[in-house]
């Protein structure tokens, strides 16, 4: 028996800033990806190293980029604030999370930054967006 979750019930979702946070969904998202965490490594091989390989030690961490996937909706409001923070000059770094469908429900919050926001139109298909979110720190699993 596999202890397999279904993707199906995942949120992509916007903080208000409030305290205490309060948190709502991205509407009709179609897949999410990320984060994508990476670790740095330094090279550190010199003239003294041995062995002919390359030496290395970990640098920084990395949270990566969450990707969405939604269908465009005209007027909604989280859509729209997606849009307007990455065409903003003084952008700022909010707090996102993506809640996991699982029972109880569990999430990843982060910081990010909004880092692009692209629609696409083709006949046939609903108008769609692909958005994407640098985060800034280290993203949280509760």
């Known amino acids: 028996m596999t202890s397999a979750i279904s993707g199906v019930g995942a949120e992509f979702q916007l903080s208000d800033g409030a305290s205490p ?11 999410i990806s990320g984060p994508e965490l990476s670790a740095e490594q330094i090279e550190v091989t010199s003239l003294d190293s041995t062995g002919g390989y390359k ?3 970990p640098g920084l961490l990395d949270g990566g980029t969450v990707s969405i996937s939604f269908n465009y909706v005209d007027g909604n409001a989280n859509q729209e604030t997606l849009r307007t923070r990455v ?9 996102y999370r993506v809640q996991l469908p699982d029972s109880p429900l569990s999430y990843v919050t982060f910081s990010a930054i909004v880092e692009s ?16 979110v640098k ?8």
């Open 21 to 31: 946070e309060v948190y709502t969904k991205v509407a009709e998202v179609i897949s």
């Open 55 to 57: 030496e290395f030690i």
């Open 87 to 95: 065409s903003t000059a003084n952008q700022t770094a909010n707090n």
């Open 117 to 132: 926001f692209s629609m696409s139109i083709e006949s046939g298909s609903a108008i769609t967006v692909e958005c994407s």
């Open 135 to 142: 985060i800034s720190g280290a993203p949280v699993w509760s």
